[in-house]
């Protein structure tokens, strides 16, 4: 890493245009070179991660920077990954911050619900179908595969490209399951309409009954979304007895 990233990162709370503030992560966009660089830092760990990190696994940001590089080897599209920089104090990990080009998509998936354009809105869901695939065929479970965390870029002829972020949670196998499969698409969407036409063309893919494939697909999003909405209404009710 070279002297003008490290002082980028040196100066990341008091400088750099935010793009998310959250309560864990937060992501900023600087130039760096001529060039919209995204950093993304990460919550500093508690005290048994802190040595976790240090000892035993691999940081977040660390995981983020090579889970992108294996992802473009593979030829599976996300923001091109730049660095990654870990501060230690006391044998502990504290700060880490994972470092990509700034990728700026045409929309994000989540943004497809309540899209009035049905053509267009199905092309996608086609789209985001064969790009899942390519991830399973590849042996990559993406476990936050959820709304927020796949970019899309629609290219001049109709077609779109599809970026994953949010990369540090990933399972790499030599071969997926149909189940393992079918388990990874439980979070992208609620949406029986959604589902249909994503499972229509996942099952054209994987040369698979299109009926079994979407039974599959919306049992395991109906349980999530209902663990889900479950989780949300008691976060709800508690923080409504805590005024």
Not at 123 to 128: D, H, M, P, V
């Amino acid at each position: 890493m070279d002297k003008e990233l490290q002082d980028i990162i040196a100066n990341f709370d008091s400088q750099g245009k935010i793009l998310v503030e959250g309560l864990r992560n937060s992501i900023k966009i600087f130039n760096y070179k001529g060039t919209s660089i995204a950093i993304k830092s990460f919550r500093v760990p508690i005290l048994i991660n802190g040595l976790i990190y240090h000892y035993f696994r691999k940081s977040k940001a660390r995981r983020s920077f090579e889970n992108a590089k294996y992802l473009i080897e593979k030829g599976i599209g996300t923001p091109a990954p730049i660095a990654f920089h870990e501060e230690y104090k006391f044998f502990l990990l504290r700060d880490s911050y994972y470092v990509c080009e700034h990728l700026i998509p045409d929309l994000v998936f989540k943004d497809v619900f309540g899209n009035e354009n049905k053509y267009e809105m199905e092309e996608i869901l086609k789209g985001l179908a064969r790009f899942t695939f390519l991830l399973h065929e590849n042996g990559i479970e993406f476990i936050d595969h959820s709304p927020g965390n796949t970019l899309i870029k629609k290219n001049q002829n109709g077609t779109y490209d599809y970026f994953l972020v949010d990369l540090n949670r990933m399972k790499f196998h030599k071969s997926m399951s149909f189940e393992l499969r079918m388990n990874n698409f439980r979070r992208l969407t609620p949406s029986k309409e959604m589902i249909q036409i994503i499972a229509k063309e996942y099952a054209l893919c994987y040369n698979k009954p299109y009926n079994i494939v979407v039974c599959e697909m919306l049992k395991r999003s109906e349980i999530f979304y209902k663990k889900f909405d479950s989780k949300k209404a008691l976060k709800k009710k508690f923080m409504f007895w805590k005024r």
